[in-house]
């Protein structure tokens, strides 16, 4: 049976983009540090990747563009920050509420894939 | 540490490859995206670690973005020309699934690409001329001629109209320049298109009398009469152009309006 889906699943770069807004506004070099340290080193992305998803999600309309300032912990270039939407936040949300209805369909099913592997080894 | 100076080479020398994004990229997000590199650059530089190594992996990485919003930005700007070549594409697919699977059908490489040509610049020269006029009519009058032009230049390029002979055939080719170049100078609007496919049309009629009468060794194979009826086959669909043509160059009627009462 087919099921509609009015969110489709949101690539990495997007979903850890909207999670390292969702605390706040950022520039595109704090936007990357937030998200290698949000998944541990395990998402790097260049300018090139980052920019582009930036681009797609302010087109999307899950970002937009907030001020121009100087951030006080890094030189006095003026830089540009983003910002999460209402849009954006309600994408999250639903993207977030997707993973954990998974892992409970996988809490579920975890002992059933189990049980085989127990009943070999106790042979 | 290296030398501010090497930060800024390398900070000059991705600014140059920033350039190489569309426009309305590069105006939206190359000043943040030098900036983030540069920030990069110097937290690599504070932690000792060598800039090289980093600048090739980003400068690559950054070129792959580039390629993707190139990429994004031409099929955006030219839906169309991408839909026609792939079209094309699939249309070629036949003869060559058609060869695989039997012996009857046998091109070589010249014929795909000239049919990939022809049918690719038919369909480029309808998008071209079709919206100019904005109704249906009009529309369906490009598409029409289209069309004809296409098996017209198929068919005698295939086989010939006219048997083998190279001149009576030629004069076919005449008909669809004289229609080309008529249609250029009409600029292309309706009433001069549709004069220019009526002369169309009556040249294409007289193409096989004239070489019945002055190109004598003219081969008309398999027959005079059946020669005639596909040329009047064509004859007509540059009529029906026309007319549609003129159709689309016709107003909407008024309707009547009630003239109101006089005052007393």
């Not at chain 1, 849009?87 to 369909?105: H, I, S, W």
């Not at chain 2, 006219?162 to 009433?191: K, Q, S, T, W, Y």
């Not at chain 2, 009556?202 to 190109?215: C, E, S």
Request: positive net charge; aromatic residues 10%; charged residues 20%.
């Amino acid at each position: 049976m087919a099921v509609s889906q009015p969110n489709p699943p949101l690539t990495p770069a997007v979903l850890h983009i909207l999670l390292a807004l969702a605390s706040g506004e950022r520039h595109g070099y704090a936007i990357m540090k937030q998200v290698e340290a949000d998944s541990q080193g395990k998402v790097k992305m260049g300018p090139g990747t980052l920019y582009g998803s930036i681009g797609r999600m302010i087109d999307a309309g899950l970002i937009r563009e907030s001020d121009k300032k100087v951030d006080p912990n890094m030189d006095d270039e003026r830089r540009v920050y983003y910002k999460i939407t209402a849009l954006g936040q309600k994408t999250l949300a639903a993207e977030l509420q997707r993973y954990r209805e998974v892992v409970a369909v996988a809490k579920r099913l975890a002992p059933i894939q189990l049980a085989p592997h127990a009943l070999c080894h106790a042979t | 540490m290296p030398p501010k100076d090497s930060l800024a080479r390398y900070r000059r020398w991705y600014r140059q490859l920033l350039r190489l994004y569309p426009r309305a990229f590069r105006e939206r997000f190359a000043e943040g995206m030098e900036q983030t590199f540069h920030d990069l650059c110097r937290e690599r530089a504070s932690a000792g670690q060598s800039l090289f190594g980093f600048a090739l992996r980003t400068f690559f990485e950054t070129s792959a973005g580039i390629v993707k919003e190139n990429s994004s930005h031409f099929i955006t700007q030219h839906k169309n020309i991408c839909r026609i070549a792939i079209g094309t594409g699939l249309v070629l697919l036949i003869p060559l699934v058609a060869m695989l699977v039997s012996d009857e059908w046998n091109w070589d490489p010249f014929d795909f690409l000239f049919m990939g040509a022809l049918l690719f610049g038919t369909g480029l020269t309808y998008e071209l001329v079709a919206p100019r006029g904005g109704t249906f009519a009009y529309r369906a009058a490009v598409a029409i001629a289209c069309a004809t032009g296409l098996f017209i230049i198929w068919v005698n390029a295939a086989v010939g109209i006219i048997g083998d002979e190279e001149l009576a055939n030629a004069m076919f080719f005449g008909v669809i320049v004289m229609g080309f170049l008529g249609a250029c100078r009409a600029r292309f609007h309706p009433r001069g298109m549709a004069r220019t496919l009526l002369w169309t049309a009556a040249a294409q009629t007289l193409v096989p009398l004239i070489a019945l009468t002055w190109v004598p060794e003219a081969d008309f194979a398999p027959g005079v009469v059946p020669v005639m009826r596909l040329n009047m086959v064509f004859a007509v669909l540059w009529i029906i152009s026309a007319l549609l043509f003129r159709c689309s160059a016709t107003p909407p009627a008024k309707s009547p309006q009630i003239e109101p009462a006089p005052s007393p």
